[in-house]
């Protein structure tokens, strides 16, 4: 049965840095593209970021970009998403996801599993 946790939300001023990680069992990912996922009150779930667990490939959502960056690592079947430079606009539930597909083709359709989601809340 796959599972994926996600750890590390929390209270950050805007400005401020937090690292999710989501911890992947269950199965080997080598095929898959894993992805981050947020949604704020009142908002559509939205892409943040994905990776390919094959080839580290990575894509991210243009409000993210230069700020946010994913990664895995293999050995310990887990994906993390460092955080920096965080504004108020960031505050969301963020989830993890992973879908068999490649990265090139992925969409939120295609992921197959979800964690349970943390809160992550910036303070302005």
């Known amino acids: 049965q796959v599972q994926l946790v996600e750890s590390g939300g929390g209270l950050v001023q805007a400005g401020g840095s937090l690292r999710l990680s989501c911890a992947a069992s269950g199965r080997t990912f080598s095929s898959y593209a894993m992805g981050w996922f947020r949604q704020a009150p009142g908002k559509e779930r939205a892409f943040v970021a994905a990776?390919?667990?094959?080839?580290?490939?990575?894509d991210y959502a243009d409000s993210v970009k230069g700020r946010f960056t994913i990664s895995r690592d293999n050995a310990k079947n887990t994906m993390y998403l460092q955080m920096n430079s965080l504004k108020p606009e960031d505050t969301a539930v963020y989830y993890c996801?992973?879908?068999?597909?490649?990265?090139?083709?992925?969409?939120?359709?295609?992921?197959?599993?979800w964690g349970q989601g943390t809160q992550v809340t910036v303070s302005s």
């Open positions: 996801a992973a879908g068999p597909m490649s990265l090139s083709i992925a969409t939120m359709l295609g992921y197959d599993y």
């Open positions: 990776i390919s667990w094959s080839d580290g490939n990575t």
